[in-house]
């Protein structure tokens, strides 16, 4: 079981840096599919989500070249396997990448052998295709399971399941540590859609029903600012997240690209990946 282990002092980011904004693409596409109560996936839903993997991605990584920011790509296995050109092109443009299941399974509901060989199918997955060996993890409906399972059967350094705090931590079990980045319902997944009412037949994070993309700025913009003005004072950090199928259409590119625009003249902003954050994070730190 693992526990988490306390810094002997507060982070501090780089010189000049007041508040790092923590960009994660969720390439998923049409993986989390929903579906009827017989099983079937709902073919509206599956189509509409296609759009990730044949266009959004394509767009998203458009507009982070156009600003120069590089993001984690946080790819399903199963999604490597259909766009393997979107994930290429991810890789030769310098993004971070990290495993995000194999098909966007609830991984909450599955018992831990189950859980443990999706790991390690989607670890040989992009080994196999891609060449490469993964560092970093997201599930984004992680089990009671999953940190022990990565601890104890991975090597990967960082994880970025949870939802519980605006700094990353270092968490240790079977005998090693890994950091823990946690993400934050802020991201597109919640803003993108309708959260309050009967937002779908099936769960609120369909795409039937969606938000303007004013809504969705909107809330980027004061949960930056909100950590902006905390961040004078403490140490914060602002994780970002956007998926390809919904973020990737083109009025919602608009609106992050909107928001990469506003906050770029802020003092001490910077846009980073996981790789770069942990890395901040570990040469602040003695533990
Ligand atoms: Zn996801």
Not at 69 to 74: Q, R
Not at 202 to 213: D, E, G, K
Not at 264 to 276: D, I, Q
Request: hydrophobic letters at 40%; aromatic letters at 12%.
């Amino acid at each position: 079981m693992w526990k988490e282990r306390y810094p002997k002092q507060p982070v501090s980011w780089p010189n000049g840096v007041r508040l790092p904004i923590l960009i994660s693409v969720h390439h998923q596409s049409e993986e989390a599919t929903c579906t009827f109560p017989d099983g079937q996936p709902d073919p509206f839903d599956v189509s509409e989500r296609q759009y990730g993997g044949r266009r959004g991605a394509w767009r998203l990584l458009e507009i982070l070249d156009r600003h120069g920011i590089k993001g984690t790509w946080l790819i399903c296995g199963a999604t490597l396997e259909k766009y393997p050109a979107v994930s290429r092109a991810v890789k030769k443009a310098g993004h971070a990448i990290a495993g995000h299941t194999y098909a966007h399974e609830m991984i909450c509901n599955l018992p831990a052998h189950a859980e443990l060989e999706l790991i390690k199918k989607t670890a040989s997955v992009f080994e196999d295709l891609l060449g490469e060996r993964l560092r970093g993890w997201r599930t984004c409906y992680a089990s009671h399971n999953t940190v022990d399972l990565l601890l104890e059967h991975t090597d990967f350094e960082w994880d970025g399941s949870m939802w519980n705090d605006d700094l990353p931590y270092v968490i240790e079990g079977a005998g090693r540590q890994i950091l823990e980045m946690p993400f934050a319902t802020y991201s597109d997944a919640a803003l993108a859609v309708s959260i309050s009412g009967s937002a779908s037949p099936i769960t609120p994070f369909s795409t039937y029903h969606s938000n303007t993309p004013d809504f969705i700025f909107n809330g980027w913009k004061a949960a930056f600012e909100g950590l902006y003005e905390m961040a004078a004072t403490r140490p914060a950090m602002m994780p970002l997240v956007v998926h390809d199928f919904t973020a990737g259409r083109p009025s919602r590119v608009k609106a992050f690209n909107d928001f990469i625009n506003y906050v770029k003249p802020f003092e001490g902003v910077v846009f980073t990946h996981h790789e770069e954050l942990g890395k901040w994070w570990r040469n602040s730190h003695s533990l």
